[in-house]
């Protein structure tokens, strides 16, 4: 999934979030000095995360340019799904990895049931 944001801009802020069993990563941008929200990915039922900052990133991390990638079988879901369990205690099922790379920060990857790209319109 394309993701029409380019980081290296200097007007771009990146902010992850973890709130009611969803994870977030979004963008604003500065206008004048006001910051306007300008989009976001949304991975629902995320049960983990991790970011590996920008220099250490591998060129497997650097192919999620500006996208999420999905990582077919991953080893992390392997290892990670069969403790997974929601906030009531109930096993999840059904988790993929997904990464985004931003150039000049680092790789997010998550672990989730799926994702989807909200973007804000004026």
């Given at each position: 999934m394309e993701v029409p944001i380019h980081v290296a801009q200097?007007?771009?802020?990146l902010q992850f979030t973890v709130a009611i069993g969803n994870i977030y990563l979004y963008w604003t941008t500065d206008d004048d000095g006001a910051r306007t929200r300008e989009?976001?990915?949304?991975?629902?039922?995320?049960?983990?995360?991790?970011?590996?900052?920008?220099?250490?990133?591998?060129v497997a991390m650097i192919d999620a340019y500006e996208k999420v990638m999905e990582v077919i079988e991953s080893p992390?879901?392997?290892?990670?799904?069969?403790?997974?369990?929601?906030?009531l205690g109930e096993p999840i099922r059904g988790?993929?990895?997904?990464?985004?790379?931003?150039?000049?920060?680092?790789?997010?990857?998550?672990?989730?049931?799926?994702?989807?790209?909200?973007?804000?319109?004026?």
């Open positions: 200097e007007s771009i802020d989009g976001e990915i949304v991975f629902r039922c995320g049960t983990a995360y991790r970011f590996t900052d920008d220099p250490c990133c591998s992390w879901v392997t290892e990670f799904a069969p403790q997974a369990k929601d906030r988790l993929r990895h997904f990464m985004f790379y931003a150039d000049g920060i680092g790789c997010y990857e998550v672990l989730a049931k799926d994702v989807r790209l909200h973007l804000y319109s004026d």
